[in-house]
């Protein structure tokens, strides 16, 4: 008997969804926001951090298709999100065994690849799992409550990360203040995998043979998914140019300690929690594309803001991960979203994984290439201003290219627009207020 007792609809997530969810992403938030930091603590170059974001963006993608492809055509979805959670993050602990940067960068495309095993297949898993209509719904409420759980994981590691040598005695003092987060991320990891067995998979219906993998088949279809991945190619690169330097700032500029970064990182998924539903609800009335793209216009605000802070104007990286908190809760779920309602529904692990691979590539060559630029100017103006100019770069080309999105097209009709909503938001507080 498994822990979902009533989802004979699957119109709504079943609780082991939630379960496993918010396990996943306490273990994520215990390391994830801590990375470039230690990275910067164990003496990275601009190259070798721009080289760890690659990873981080291509390694995780890569095979995704091939994951996503087969567990579409075996029909099951569970035996891959346990494997994947299980092994990425158990991996993770070996990161307190990286003697140098490139060390490093090598265990990290190993975990990421071992990660990329979980992500398309629970990704399909959970639309597989939802009804057509609340579909942005419901990936709202599960974002609110993994949101929620990574906070609370990364304020933890805040608070604890310093008294790490408690547990065990790590390899250097460099690593004393990682090594309870990383240790309790492997534990955690193995936790959520033994209850994923617990989610009761839909039954898959039957279909044909396909193409394996399905990078290139599904790349080559005219329709609203390519013209979405061409739309996102300019945006996507001008995004991850600033991902190398955001730690810059913070650690190097700033100075700040692993708690204030947990602060301002817990700040980001705080705003994207608390809008997640409104937002997602707005975009089951008005439609994916406006979400989209107010979400994508906000995030050149954000490389602006770090690359203009200074120890006197500390509060910028605060107002900038307000503001990228707002942007995630509009656009990162409404794209999901699109994804599941321009995809067959027999595809959809097939789609997402083609649409991170596609995009993850994109985003190596953007993080790769400014962390080669950003040393190369190093030598002429400092590594401060090499930082902040790649930051005001990423800034010019994100705003430019959050326009792109005014191409993309709905697949559906919707039954309000932004301009509707907005009236109807004015209108009550207008007569809220002359009842008063």
């Excluded at 190093?378 to 100019?389: K, S």
């Amino acid at each position: 008997m498994t822990m979902d007792a009533n989802d004979n609809s699957f119109q709504k997530l079943p609780r082991s969804v939630y379960i496993v969810g918010a396990l996943s992403k306490f273990a994520e938030g215990l390391y994830r926001p801590f990375l470039q930091t230690y990275m910067i603590d164990i003496g990275a170059t601009y190259t070798e951090l721009g080289a760890f974001r690659s990873v981080g963006n291509i390694a995780p993608t890569i095979l995704q298709p091939a994951w996503g492809a087969k567990s579409d055509q075996i029909g099951r979805r569970q035996p891959f999100v346990a494997f994947g959670t299980f092994s990425g993050f158990l991996m993770v602990f070996m990161f307190l065994w990286a003697q140098t940067p490139i060390h490093m960068i090598v265990l990290y495309a190993i975990q990421s690849v071992l990660l990329s095993i979980q992500i398309p297949t629970w990704q399909s898993l959970i639309g597989s799992l939802m009804g057509e209509e609340n579909r942005r719904d419901e990936l709202g409420k599960l974002g609110i409550v993994t949101s929620i759980t990574s906070l609370v994981a990364t304020i933890i590691t805040g608070f604890i990360a310093t008294v790490g040598y408690l547990i065990m005695p790590p390899v250097d003092p460099i690593r004393a203040e990682y090594y309870t987060p990383f240790y309790l991320t492997a534990v955690i990891g193995i936790i959520a995998s033994i209850i994923s067995f617990a989610i009761n998979e839909k039954k898959p219906k039957k279909i044909k043979k396909r193409e394996f993998p399905p990078l290139r088949r599904i790349l080559s279809k005219p329709g609203d998914f390519r013209k979405l991945c061409g739309i996102t190619i300019f945006f996507s690169f001008g995004m991850s140019m600033a991902w190398p330097f955001f730690a810059v700032i913070q650690r190097r500029v700033l100075e700040f300690s692993l708690l204030e970064i947990a602060i301002v990182s817990a700040l980001m998924t705080t705003i994207s929690a608390i809008f997640s539903m409104p937002f997602g609800r707005l975009s089951d009335k008005v439609g994916r594309k406006p979400l989209i793209m107010f979400g994508r216009f906000l995030l050149f605000i954000v490389a602006l803001l770090y690359a203009l802070a200074v120890p006197s104007t500390w509060y910028f990286v605060y107002i900038a991960n307000i503001i990228a908190g707002i942007s995630i809760a509009s656009s990162m779920n409404a794209i999901q979203a699109y994804i599941y309602d321009v995809a067959p529904e027999e595809e959809r692990g097939s789609y997402l994984a083609v649409f991170n691979t596609f995009t993850g590539i994109v985003f190596l060559l953007g993080s790769l290439i400014s962390g080669i630029i950003g040393d190369m100017l190093e030598p002429f103006v400092g590594w401060h201003l090499a930082a902040a100019f790649m930051l005001l770069a990423s800034s010019v080309i994100r705003f430019v290219g959050s326009f792109f999105y005014l191409f993309l097209d709905e697949p559906r009709e919707y039954k309000s627009t932004v301009k509707r909503e907005l009236a109807s938001i004015i209108n009550r507080r207008r007569f809220g207020a002359d009842s008063m």
